[in-house]
């Protein structure tokens, strides 16, 4: 049996949910003129699942994936997507997160073009939230750099390394996502995620462009992704993104009182921007939320900034 072009690499968990509505827009893809590919051609789908309790083996094996099963406590973001890379046989690895939605049958076709530049080894695809999200979600997924509409490619070809990047332009390089991104195979048996609790995609696109390859946001794939947080949630998160930022990249995020108070000031001030021209229904509620949900978001990574 010939190598399919790409694998669909998914690290699942009680996901049936979702991929009752995504295993089906997979299989409606079409890659090139002829059609759709059915699973075993020019598409594949791997899954390693951390033990779900709900149908989402059943699911997964008769959409024909391959599927391996590993006990919930062995899962990590890094090592886990490494797993299902090893398993994989694909020219280029496509890795999603299961709650991601791909938007129209040319998602996969539109990413992967981004390989058509032999330099490129990793892309990844514009981030929008849902329709029926509400209003604060919305909000703080349209603010995030894989939102915007404008492709845009990466490398250092003009500066001395990484670190010598302004810190600004420098999160922008590494906005890498692998809620929906692909990779080229050979370059990933070199350079693998690295095996980190959190933040893997981030490390690895450091690394990619540190190696000297380039890297590609394709806003032409587009899939629907977001989490509601509570405050508690909102606190956790952003905690353990603060955290990474400082030990992984060596950036404090928030690193005074005075700046939490500016952080807590702007969220609160874009979110009622964004619910005044929003006109959806909810902004009377989502207004008395927002202050509860992003002082506990900058707290969280006033928190993880100082190590906590």
Do not use: K
Request: net charge neutral.
């Amino acid at each position: 049996m010939s190598a399919p072009r790409v694998s669909i690499c998914l690290p699942t968990f009680n996901g049936a949910r979702d991929l009752r509505r995504l295993l089906p827009m997979l299989a409606a893809q079409r890659l090139d003129s002829r059609g759709s590919a059915p699973p075993g051609q020019d598409l594949e789908i791997v899954a390693v699942d951390s033990s779900s309790s709900d149908d989402s083996l059943d699911l997964l094996r008769r959409a024909g994936a391959r599927v391996e099963v590993i006990p919930q406590s062995e899962f990590r973001h890094g090592g886990t997507r490494n797993r299902i890379a090893s398993l994989a046989r694909g020219e280029i690895l496509l890795f999603l997160s299961q709650d991601a939605l791909p938007v129209g049958e040319r998602f996969i076709a539109n990413l992967i073009s981004a390989f058509d530049d032999p330099r490129t080894a990793g892309a990844w695809s514009r981030v929008l939230p849902h329709d029926e999200d509400d209003p604060l979600t919305r909000r703080t997924v349209l603010s995030r750099p894989e939102a915007g509409a404008e492709a845009r490619s990466y490398d250092l070809d003009a500066v001395d390394g990484l670190w010598s990047v302004e810190a600004a332009r420098r999160d922008e390089m590494l906005a890498f996502n692998d809620v929906a991104s692909a990779i080229r195979a050979e370059v990933f048996q070199n350079l693998p995620f690295p095996d980190v609790p959190f933040g893997e995609d981030v490390a690895w696109a450091a690394r990619a462009l540190t190696a000297g390859w380039r890297l590609r946001f394709e806003p032409r794939a587009v899939v629907l992704h977001a989490h509601r947080y509570t405050p508690g949630q909102a606190f956790g998160r952003y905690r353990t993104d603060a955290r990474f930022r400082r030990e992984v990249l060596g950036q404090a995020v928030r690193p005074t009182l005075w700046s939490v108070a500016r952080g807590v000031s702007y969220e609160v001030r874009e979110d009622l921007r964004f619910l005044a021209r929003a006109g959806s229904p909810g902004r009377l509620g989502a207004c008395l939320r927002s202050p509860w949900l992003r002082t506990a978001q900058v707290l969280g990574q006033y928190a993880g900034a100082h190590g906590a």
